[in-house]
């Protein structure tokens, strides 16, 4: 799990910094999208669309590192 956890880390700071600010203000700090929209001088449906558009970066990239993982695996398991 541990792994896991650095895997999410290292994918939530190569996000763009827009995506990424935005996403940790709504899920890290736990802030309202109106309070996260006056804290970054964006309109509140830019906040939507950006914590939208992040989350689908994030399931891309998750998705990439677990068929990486599963071809390791699968390699690992081949050579028993």
């Not at 895997?7 to 763009?16: A, M, Q, R, S, V």
């Not at 600010?21 to 001088?41: M, P, Q, T």
């Not at 939507?48 to 994030?58: H, N, Y």
Request: glycine fraction near 4%; include cysteine.
């Amino acid at each position: 799990q541990t792994e896991q956890h650095y895997d999410i880390l290292d994918i939530l700071k190569n996000l763009p910094v827009n995506y990424r600010d935005v996403f940790l203000l709504k899920y890290s700090s736990h802030l309202e999208n109106d309070k996260i929209a006056r804290l970054c001088g964006i309109q509140e449906g830019t906040v939507r669309q950006r914590i939208a558009r992040g989350k689908v970066l994030i399931e891309k990239e998750l998705k990439r590192e677990l068929i990486t993982h599963a071809n390791r695996t699968a390699a690992f398991l081949d050579n028993l």
